[in-house]
């Protein structure tokens, strides 16, 4: 007795995700695991987009460019994951500038008014950033956020902490360093336009 065609088809269709996932799941979980400090939310997340992968293809939707829609869904679910692991509230994050004046980060991003260019980079400036702050160790990161952000002096720190101010600055030194690098290809990419 010969098999229905819809079987075969199925079967195929399982056969062609079966090598997708072979083909893609180290590159895949690397990719993820560069921005995402945690391996469990790391592992979930390659795990969600292969199981978004099986659902388009139940679906019947067409992916043309399988490898590039895999990776756009991990950049997705990776926004996702920081989303709901927000740090650092930005609108609500001030620095006091020389004369007393409290200003917000927004103040320091290109103003959403100067265009569609200045929007855009604006909206790539918070999300990497938002990105490379989950990035940093815990204690890097409270560092950072309280002294920059926050405007809190490290003397305030180290007393409410009890840890000792050059441990702080050290922290906060590896903060601006990793952030540093994150954010500078973006500013790079930018400049150039």
């Not at 996932?21 to 979930?44: K, T």
């Not at 293809?57 to 679910?77: D, K, Q, S, Y």
């Not at 409410?160 to 360093?177: F, I, Q």
Request: aromatic share 8%; net charge negative; proline share 5%.
């Amino acid at each position: 007795m010969e098999e229905p065609l819809s079987v075969i088809a199925v079967t195929e269709q399982d056969r062609q995700i079966s090598e997708v996932v072979l083909e893609q799941r180290s590159r895949l979980r690397n990719f993820i695991r560069r921005r995402v400090p945690d391996p469990s939310d790391a592992e979930d997340i390659v795990q969600e987009v292969f199981y978004e992968l099986v659902e388009a293809n139940r679906l019947l939707m067409p992916i043309e460019h399988v490898t590039g829609w895999l990776f756009r869904v991990a950049r997705n679910r990776i926004t996702d994951l920081f989303r709901k692991k927000k740090p650092v509230a930005f609108s609500d994050a001030a620095i006091e500038d020389e004369a007393g004046e409290l200003l917000h980060i927004e103040d320091l991003l290109p103003s959403p008014d100067a265009g569609p260019e200045a929007l855009y980079f604006r909206s790539v400036l918070l999300d990497e950033l938002e990105f490379a702050l989950g990035e940093l160790p815990e204690e890097q990161r409270e560092v950072f956020v309280a002294h920059e952000l926050e405007g809190r002096s490290f003397k305030e720190l180290a007393a409410e902490s009890g840890v000792n101010m050059n441990t702080l600055l050290s922290r906060k030194r590896y903060a601006v360093v990793h952030l540093r690098e994150r954010l500078q290809s973006i500013y790079d990419e930018f400049a150039r336009k």
